[in-house]
Each structure stands twice: as C-alpha cells, then as structure tokens.
C-alpha cells in the first residue's frame, strides 16, 4: 500500500514549473484565520466565507429559445391528439410529430449549455393535465403556419447558431403546413 | 463582409445550379401530372436567381455566373429520376441560403439584416418545394426536420 501510494504522489505531485500546486501554504493561514474569526465572533466569519469566489453562475437561457421550446411542445400535444384520434392520416402525422420531437430535442441542447441541468418539471406535459383539444387538419395547418412566422421572427431576433436553428425550425414548419393541404 | 459575400455568391450558385437542373428534368416530365410542377419552381428558381443577380450587382459587386455544365445532375432518363433530381437540387438550393442564414446571423449591419430575410424566405421555399417532391418520391418521409443542414 506505502510503495503504491508514494508512486501515486509522485505521479500526482506538482513538477518544479507547474502552475497548480494543491493548497499553498497561503490557503492553510487565510484558513486558519477564518477559524479563529469564527471562534471569535460567527458573524465575522460568516461574511469572510461569503467572500471566497463561488463557481460561476450560468447565463440565463435566452427568452426565445425557451419560448420556442414550448411552442414546440405544445405542438407535440397537439399533433399526438390528432393521431391518437384519426389513424388513417398516421402517415403524414407521423412525420410531423416525429420533426417536432427532433425540434424539441435540438433547442433543449441549444438551452443546455445556459442552464445547470434541464428542468424536468418542464419536460412533456405532466400526466395529470386534461389532453388536450384534438385539432382538425386545417387547424393544425394554421397552427403549423403561425409556428413557421413566429419562429422565423424569433430568429430574426436571435444571433449565431440559434438563430440559424430557429430559421430552420421555421422553414420545417412550412414544410408541415404544406403536408396538411 | 467577404464571408458574407461568398455566402450570398453561393446562394446564387446553387440558384443558377436550380435553374439548369429543372431544364434538364422538366424534358422528362412531358405528360406527367409532375410537369406544371416542375414549370411553377422552375420559374421561382429563375425568378430569384435574376432578383439575387441584381441584388449583387446593385451592392456594387460582380454576381458569379452560371456554369457552363452541370456534370453531378447527370443522367436523367426517366421521370422518377427527373422527381429524385427536384429533390436534389431543392436541398441544394436550402443548404446555401441556410448557410447565408448563419452567416448573416453572425455578422452585423443593415445588409446583413436584410440578407437574413431574403435567406429566410428562400430557405422556406426551398423545403417546401422539395416537400412537394419528397411526396412524388417517398411520400412517407416528405419532411426533414432541418431543411438545408
């Protein structure tokens, strides 16, 4: 155990040139003078340890890339309403509700990288809400229509691959109205 | 500004690319419900390349021209051909104008603004053509989730 251990803290030691070494001698005294700061007086202490840098805080994720993500879920709903109620048109939707889970999938990883860890309360719709309405094809056009405008206008407002994502977003859109005529 | 310029010069490539593509299906078309197809994106296709020619020359630059052959369309000789060959050339003309998408999207400025509109518009009418064709060729898989990636 001693000869691995040892070879382990060779391996793991800090080289002459290193710029890491592990805690210096500075961090044991600033240390110890906590300590005593919190013996002395708790309030004291408190505040010194607020001080010390915390990890950064993530960005917040951008407002339209979180909007189009429920827009898209809301659109998920709508058209697995539509297929659970009219299979003979499985085909066409099934391509639909199938692009609009890749949608959804995208803009998650895209709000991935701004957020700690994915919310999952806001993951698909809860099992206790009602289900929602089972829209006819021309509503489901109009809805698809109204989603291809409004995700092209989010993009408009987006910059980098964001934007670029939600462009396509809008023009699948299209695509999914042009399949519902 | 270059980035953005050889963006919009490839826009206007895979336009002209379009536009002899569609010369060479629509032969193959004659007396296939497919051909007033082909004639509508035909003359979009010519429609937007001339309005990109213009839009270039009117930004004080040089717009590329068409080449003189298109080898990689090649061969066409039956109508099911011509329809895969839409489909093509519809994804073609989306990758460039999306990748104009996010070119403009990365740069600034009042053109680069305006250019994001046309790509969008252009990028839309791409994916909804080549729908149009997926529904000739594969009807089952008439969509992509990501027109022009």
Redesign the interface.
């Known amino acids: 155990v001693t000869d691995e251990a040892s070879e382990a803290n060779a391996q793991n030691a800090p080289g002459p040139n290193s710029a890491r070494r592990g805690p210096s001698r500075r961090t044991f005294l600033v240390g110890g003078g906590v300590a005593v700061l919190v013996g002395a007086g708790g309030g004291v202490g408190a505040a010194f340890a607020q001080s010390k840098p915390r990890p950064p805080v993530p960005p917040p994720p951008p407002a339209d890339l979180l909007a189009a993500l429920a827009a898209e879920r809301t659109l998920i709903a709508s058209v697995a309403a539509a297929l659970s109620a009219r299979p003979a048109s499985r085909a066409v939707l099934a391509q639909i509700h199938a692009d609009h889970e890749a949608h959804a999938r995208a803009l998650e990883a895209a709000i991935a990288p701004t957020t700690v860890r994915p919310d999952p309360a806001a993951s698909p719709l809860p099992s206790s809400s009602p289900p929602p309405p089972v829209p006819g094809t021309a509503a489901l056009r109009a809805a698809e229509t109204a989603a291809a405008h409004t995700a092209a206008s989010r993009a408009a407002a987006s910059t980098g691959r964001n934007a670029t994502l939600l462009a396509s977003i809008s023009a699948c859109e299209a695509t999914h109205a042009e399949l519902l005529t | 500004m270059s980035e953005l310029t050889d963006a919009w010069q490839a826009a206007l490539a895979s336009e002209h690319r379009a536009a002899f593509g569609y010369g060479l299906l629509g032969a193959h078309l004659h007396g296939s419900p497919q051909l007033a197809l082909a004639i509508a994106c035909s003359d979009a296709h010519e429609a937007l390349r001339d309005a990109t020619e213009e839009a270039i020359t009117a930004a004080g630059l040089v717009p590329v021209a068409a080449a003189a052959d298109y080898p990689d369309l090649y061969p066409v000789t039956a109508a099911a051909q011509a329809a895969a060959l839409a489909v093509r050339v519809e994804d073609g003309c989306?990758a460039a104008w999306?990748f104009l998408?996010?070119v403009a999207?990365?740069s600034a400025g009042v053109s680069a603004?305006r250019l994001?509109?046309t790509?969008?518009t252009a990028?839309?009418a791409s994916?909804?053509r080549?729908?149009?064709w997926r529904?000739v060729t594969n009807?089952?898989?008439?969509?992509?989730?990501?027109?022009?990636?």
Do not use: D, I, N
């Not at chain 2, 009807?139 to 992509?144: E, K, L």
């Open positions: 989306a999306r998408y996010s999207a990365e603004t994001r509109g790509a969008q990028l839309t994916a909804v080549a729908t149009k529904l009807p089952s898989m008439a969509t992509v989730a990501f027109p022009g990636l």
